[in-house]
């Protein structure tokens, strides 16, 4: 693979527009812009996540393949017309999310973001996710959007949700359980 970028800055984004994958330019805050910017948050949330040394090597393999799918995820966002995202994706995504959660115990409270330094970057991953669904659910009334990639933000945020319970209970955390009743 060659060189990808020779220089950082181009000065193309001074007047507030940006270059979509196609060479097409539009305005930065684009309803497209904002949907495939709030994927790479996502991507970086994770990235925080994968930064805790707490986390177990099969969940570290599984975020890292989820890291790779988010990148081709937002260039499929950034270039109109562009397939990248399969269903494939997602049923590798239902996969794993099936094998992670068979060993946990059944919900019967609301859990809160917390329990370990790893599993609350993973809900904030999660919540990340779930707002990079709406800005693509968003851009889906004004644009073409294929409904996989819909369909694996969806997903992808269930999936981060048993793997944080799974990193609350690496780091012999507990889940944080919402409580009505606090007296």
């Known amino acids: 693979m060659g060189k990808r ?15 979509l994958g196609d060479g097409t330019r539009v305005a930065k805050d684009s309803v497209r812009v904002d949907a495939y910017g709030t994927v790479d948050e996502a991507n970086s949330a994770i990235g925080v996540t994968l930064a805790c ?13 989820v890291q790779h799918d988010l990148f081709e995820l937002g260039g499929e966002l950034c270039i109109p017309g ?4 399969t269903d494939l994706y997602v049923e590798r995504l239902e996969s794993e999310l099936d094998g992670l959660n068979k060993d946990l115990p059944a919900l019967e409270e609301f859990i809160l973001p917390g329990g370990s330094q790893a ?13 990079a669904e709406r800005r693509v659910t968003t851009l889906t009334a004004v644009e073409t959007v294929r409904p996989e990639v819909i369909h694996y933000l969806n997903r992808l945020s269930d999936l981060l949700f048993v793997i944080a319970r799974v990193l609350a209970r690496a780091e012999n955390g507990q889940e944080v359980l919402w409580k009505r009743d606090r007296s």
Not at 53 to 65: F, K, M, N
Not at 82 to 85: G, I
């Open 5 to 19: 970028l020779s220089k950082i800055y181009t000065r193309t984004g001074d007047d507030g527009t940006t270059g």
């Open 53 to 65: 040394a707490s986390v177990p090597q099969i969940i570290a393999d599984i975020l890292t393949e």
């Open 82 to 85: 562009h397939s990248a995202v």
């Open 119 to 131: 599993a609350a970057a993973c809900h904030l991953a999660r919540t990340i996710v779930r707002r």
